[in-house]
């Protein structure tokens, strides 16, 4: 008597789907490379530029993300053990339910996964990784060794079935132990998994009353998914704030960081120039009005022009480089207004306010910039 794997082999001798999923897999994780992220670990800003799971973002109108973080992975060895799993379950799966069907079973495990775990951390957890998907499979393998059990071979039903339960049963519960995993995706994804290994059976060798019974339980099923699917859209929490927002306030500050650089130079030459002399104190006026308060004080008009969310991670560091836009911009009006004037106490008073301000306010992080903890196993990290 031939063994489950060698029967599925006959049946089914190639598993091509398996192998796209791996290599597309590989090919992000390089691009990944190649565009600056760490080869252990990725950072958060990392992350969600390639389409992590965040709630701000996916809430944003960028429901994209519940797929594309499918594909993104935290580091080599969260990469190596999510393909592992994969490439090792994959081959019969593909095979127990056919190309397409196991296609989309995978698919539908991962976003069923990543749904639920915006809704069990409220959108404040950046996640990604296939282990979703790789856990929609081990519950479709089990839903299709629990129905096919009276026509496989006692030992083959053991290895398999309970082989694939422990593996399940283990890796949730390191979820639970380990800090930072992300069982929530992996409960969806295996959920989903099973349900769909139901909804897409195909079993073969039954009676006419047998194949009804079939169609009742993948309808039943069906059923669940779609219901399931459906409360889990209405739960999906508020979100704290708008992704393009947050976008739009790290674009000003990055631009204001290159222009303060910038202005920092031009006010240093104008004072150089004016210790070397040769240029009257009315001109040295003039140049500081032109290239540096303006300048300034369009700095300032941009930033004040940016949505006056508190709840914005980039809020505090805009609230800070307004003030110390006005606080250069008050400094170098005064200065121009000293020289003006040849009124020398002022411009020392000018100069220890601008010098002052810079020491005060030195441009920061956001907190989705800052570094993070190594990733945890499964590559899903709260924002911290």
Known sequence: MLSLHDLLHQRIPGVPVTKL???VNLLVFAAMLA??????????SVQLAWGANFGPATQDGEWWRLGSAMFLHFGAVHLTLNLWALWDAGQLVERMYGHTRFGCIYFASGLAGNLLSLVAHEGLAISGGASGAVFGI???LLAFMWR????????????????????????LVLGLLITGIDNAA???????????????????????????RFFRSRLFAGGIFALAIVVLINQVPHRPYRWSEEVLARKEIGEFLRDDAAITRTWQNILDEGKRGGISFNELAGRIDSAVVDRY??????????????????????????DYAERRMDASR??????????????????????????????????????SQEAPADGREPTR
Do not use: C
């Not at 565009?35 to 958060?44: C, D, K």
């Open 21 to 23: 999923l791996v290599a």
């Open 148 to 171: 096919e059990r009276g026509n496989l071979h006692p030992r083959d039903f053991r290895w398999f079935f309970w082989g694939a339960a422990g593996f399940a049963a283990a890796s």
């Open 138 to 140: 081990y519950g479709a």
């Open 334 to 371: 005064a200065l121009a207004e000293g020289l003006r004037a040849r009124k020398p106490e002022q411009i020392r008073d000018a100069l220890e306010m601008a010098r002052q301000s810079r020491q005060m306010n030195q441009p920061g992080r956001t907190e989705l910039d800052k570094p």
């Open 297 to 322: 004080e369009e700095s300032f008009e941009q930033l004040s022009q940016l949505p006056p969310n508190p709840a914005l991670p980039s809020a505090p560091t805009v609230e800070m480089l307004r």
């Open 186 to 212: 992996h409960i969806g994804g295996f959920a989903a998994g099973v349900l769909g290994g139901i909804i897409f059976a195909s079993p073969t060798n039954v009676t006419e009353p047998l194949s009804r």
């Open 35 to 44: 565009g600056g992220a760490g080869l252990w670990h990725s950072s958060n």
